[in-house]
């Protein structure tokens, strides 16, 4: 099997001398939704930050789509995976909104005609047709991380890592920015994020990668948040709907299954099964 992501003995401490990664060694599937979870500091922006060279590599190997991150291999890594930063300020620079997202297609050197095609298809795609001519300064959370998503969607890439793309937004525009991304993994693309959010993490990934103290505790299919010491050591919680089924007769693997049980017994699911 080939993978979206290989990462070998990565190591990083920052120029400050703090360290952050120790060896992290980890292979993300293609087409699947990775989960990166672990408490503040855990390193999981640092994680990220390596996956498209925002910050270089000082020691191990990380490969997409079988390509290595390195200088020379920058703008085709930058190509293959769109990074949409923790806060949305960090990646709009541009006057307007559609001149945000123009930039990137811009830079791969683009003709005018072929830009504007692929603005106006991501800016239906995310729904802020409304939002076309407006300064980025001047819009919600909410509608800068979808500026700011669209803007990595007109580059096309196959993989998108999103450093923590619900913090700071309620309920309802959290549930509309799910959709977008789960439309996008529906198209073949691969999803890796990162979280503090044990319930997110457990009712909204296919996989998990657990991180404490810059190393990973485990990784793997994500019913393996029930694992009540693999919590505790990672200083997490259990996810909600695995601590209601602890001592219970039932033993659903998954959010999903867990919401469904709860259905059967006559509760009316409270939430989407993604803990939210
Ligand atoms: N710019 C920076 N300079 C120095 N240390 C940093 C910087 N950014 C993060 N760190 C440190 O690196 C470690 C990992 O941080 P980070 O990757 O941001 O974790 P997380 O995203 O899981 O909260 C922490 O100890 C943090 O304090
Ligand atoms: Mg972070």
Redesign the pocket.
């Known amino acids: 099997m080939s993978y979206a992501l290989e990462i070998e003995n990565l190591c990083y401490a920052?120029?400050?001398?703090?360290?952050?990664?120790h060896g992290v060694t980890l292979k993300v599937k293609k087409k699947k939704k990775t989960a990166?979870l672990?408490?503040?500091?855990?390193?999981?922006?640092?994680?990220?930050?390596h996956l498209n060279g925002t910050i270089p590599i000082q020691e191990g190997l990380v490969r997409v789509m079988e390509c290595p991150v390195c200088k020379e291999n920058i703008s085709r890594i930058r190509r293959m995976v769109g990074l949409l930063f923790?806060n949305p300020d960090n990646q709009l620079f541009s006057t307007t909104v559609f001149g945000d997202i123009a930039f990137g297609p811009r830079n791969m050197g683009l003709v005018e005609e072929e830009i504007e095609t692929r603005v106006d298809e991501v800016i239906r795609r995310v729904g802020i047709e409304d939002l076309a001519e407006r300064p980025p300064y001047s819009l919600s959370l909410g509608q800068k991380k979808r500026a700011a998503i669209a803007g990595l969607l007109a580059m096309r890439p196959q993989i998108m890592a999103c450093?923590?793309p619900f913090s700071g937004l309620d309920p309802a525009v959290a549930a509309q920015f799910r959709t977008i991304l789960d439309q996008l993994k529906e198209q073949g693309r691969t999803l890796i994020y990162?979280t503090?959010d044990v319930d997110l993490a457990y009712g909204w990934a296919d996989e998990v990668v657990v991180?404490k103290?810059?190393q990973i505790l485990k990784s793997g299919a994500v019913d393996m948040l029930r694992d009540e010491s693999l919590m505790k050591e990672a200083s997490l919680q259990l996810p909600v709907l695995a601590e209601l089924f602890k001592n219970s007769a039932y033993k659903p693997r998954t959010a999903a299954e867990a919401s469904r049980i709860l259905s059967g017994l006559g509760f009316k699911a409270a939430s989407d099964g993604a803990g939210l």
């Open positions: 920052y120029p400050d001398g703090t360290p952050a990664l990166v672990g408490t503040n500091g855990s390193g999981k922006t640092t994680l990220l930050y923790d450093d923590e990162s503090h991180m103290e810059g």
